[in-house]
């Protein structure tokens, strides 16, 4: 992935050094109706212990298994995390999934995506069955259909994709982002 692509995930992910429960899930939910911050959860209330925050999430978007409630991280390990992750699990999904040559931003923007989604979500969907059969322009306006967060459309993911299908496109990852973030107010 280049510094294109890390500049579209980065912005979208924001990194975070105290583990939180999915944007999703009820827990998160439940927290932010009663006005309490699932980003600084040192500890998950009592009331709200038989409540799912699942997949807990740290530093730049990383929901990987090893990451629980109240697990906190420095910005070096979160840095360190995410290069780990981008290197040993999703770029090599991309590469694995693609039937077809890439530019330099599609494949970046196919990173971003599997990271945000999850590769074996991404693997088997209509966007790289499009993608693999040649049909780029159908790929890219696949982008769009993955903006639900526990079952509800979420415009932070809205504006994610948009930023990840222009740069799909070619778009300068700036420019992407700016897109995305206007498209979606």
């Not at 039937?99 to 209509?126: E, H, K, P, W």
Request: proline residues 6%; charged residues 20%.
């Amino acid at each position: 992935m280049s510094a294109d692509g890390h500049a579209v995930a980065h912005y979208f992910e924001q990194c975070k050094l105290l583990a939180y429960p999915d944007p999703g899930s009820a827990l998160y939910k439940a927290l932010r109706a009663a006005r309490i911050d699932p980003y600084r959860l040192a500890t998950v209330p009592a009331a709200y212990a038989r409540m799912s925050g699942k997949p807990w999430t740290i530093g730049w978007g990383d929901a990987g298994p090893d990451v629980v409630p109240g697990m906190a991280i420095t910005q070096a390990e979160a840095d360190r995390r995410y290069a780990h992750r981008m290197a040993a699990e999703f770029e090599p999904a991309v590469r694995g999934a693609c039937r077809v040559d890439l530019t330099q931003r599609q494949f970046d923007a196919l990173v971003s995506i599997f990271y945000n989604t999850g590769a074996t979500n991404m693997t088997g969907s209509t966007l790289m069955r499009k993608l693999n059969a040649g049909d780029f322009a159908g790929a890219a306006a696949e982008f769009p259909r993955w903006n639900i967060s526990g079952g509800t459309l979420s415009k932070g993911l809205q504006r994610r994709r948009e930023a990840e299908r222009q740069l799909f496109l070619g778009m300068d990852p700036q420019a992407a982002i700016v897109a995305g973030v206007a498209k979606f107010p």
